[in-house]
């Protein structure tokens, strides 16, 4: 079995190379980097602070894009065959992904998964389940950090020439994520404990709320494939009011129709609850709203999530 999809992805590579000389590919990249290829957003943010000058990065999921749903193009599939290294999530976020990481591994490429820089007690379960992981390891931002060290670890085994700038790189991003990470706990800060209660759209932020003692609620599960049952809207919307919440909050990569419901069920049981704002959550933002990296993105968060408590 594992020879025929072995001989599958050749064949599909061959396609492939192919295509590639179709798109001129090469004339794109810049030779004398490393080149690097990331999913989602978060990691390309990440793969440019640690990579510093001696990489050329190339984020294959667009800002908005929901990283569960994603599938790679034939325009994605080359990119990362012909990068020198591959850098993804794991933890199942990129679930439609799963065989190709698996395919380049199996031909030798470096390839990083954040995964592998956390410890098992680091992860955290999907809901109630016993067997899946929640992937939304990046709102803690103490895990983004051993992510930043995971990357340049594998930058650095990777290109050894430029070994100790990828250190300075992690060094001094480390510090400014740090920084980040106080942040978020003076802001947090400033709500009332029983005020921390979080309801979103789908279970994105458990890390946050575990880092940050936040009472998190997701309406859609931590997968954006399940719909939210009406079941579980109306179930929600008795907890807001029961506990008096005065905002709950859209994805920017998660269709607003189902916290729209929740608002609509909640508003049926006399009680008023606001859209306290956009929060990013499988996606960094954009440079328009002056999101357009991790850091910020974070920060806009915090900011949204505690200015609508309050
Ligand atoms: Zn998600």
């Excluded at 590639?20 to 957003?41: H, I, M, P, R, W």
């Excluded at 709950?248 to 916290?259: K, L």
């Amino acid at each position: 079995m594992k020879t025929i999809k072995r001989i599958l992805f050749g064949l599909l590579c061959s396609a492939f190379i192919f295509l590639a000389g179709c798109y001129n590919f090469s004339s794109e990249q810049d030779s004398d980097k490393l080149q690097v290829v990331a999913t989602t957003t978060m990691l390309t943010d990440l793969l440019r602070e640690i990579g510093g000058q001696h990489v050329q990065v190339t984020g294959l999921m667009p800002a908005g894009v929901d990283p569960h749903l994603y599938k790679a193009s034939a325009r994605d599939v080359i990119y990362m065959q012909s990068a020198d290294v591959v850098t993804y999530n794991g933890l199942e976020l990129e679930g439609k992904m799963g065989e190709i990481f698996q395919g380049l591994e199996e031909q030798n490429k470096t390839v990083i998964s954040l995964e592998n820089g956390l410890k098992e007690e680091d992860i955290l379960a999907a809901g109630e389940s016993t067997t899946s992981v929640d992937p939304h390891i990046w709102f803690d931002v103490e895990l983004w950090q051993k992510a930043a060290i995971e990357v340049a670890k594998g930058l650095s085994a990777a290109d050894v020439e430029n070994a100790t700038s990828y250190q300075a790189n992690l060094e001094s991003y480390l510090i400014e994520l740090e920084e980040l990470d106080q942040y978020v706990t003076n802001r947090v800060n400033e709500l009332p404990k029983e005020d921390r209660i979080l309801v979103t759209a789908h279970d994105a932020f458990s890390y946050f709320g575990e880092g940050y003692g936040f009472n998190v609620l997701g309406l859609q599960g931590l997968n954006t494939n399940a719909e939210a049952g009406t079941g579980d809207i109306s179930q929600l919307a008795n907890y807001i009011v029961e506990n008096d919440i005065k905002a709950i909050f859209i994805e920017s990569s998660v269709p607003t129709r189902t916290i729209e419901s929740l608002q609509a069920a909640t508003k049926a049981k006399g009680f008023e609850v606001e859209i306290g704002g956009e929060l990013y959550s499988d996606s960094l933002g954009d440079q328009e709203n002056n999101t357009e990296t991790y850091i910020k993105t974070v920060q806009s968060n915090v900011d949204t999530i505690v200015d609508a408590l309050k």
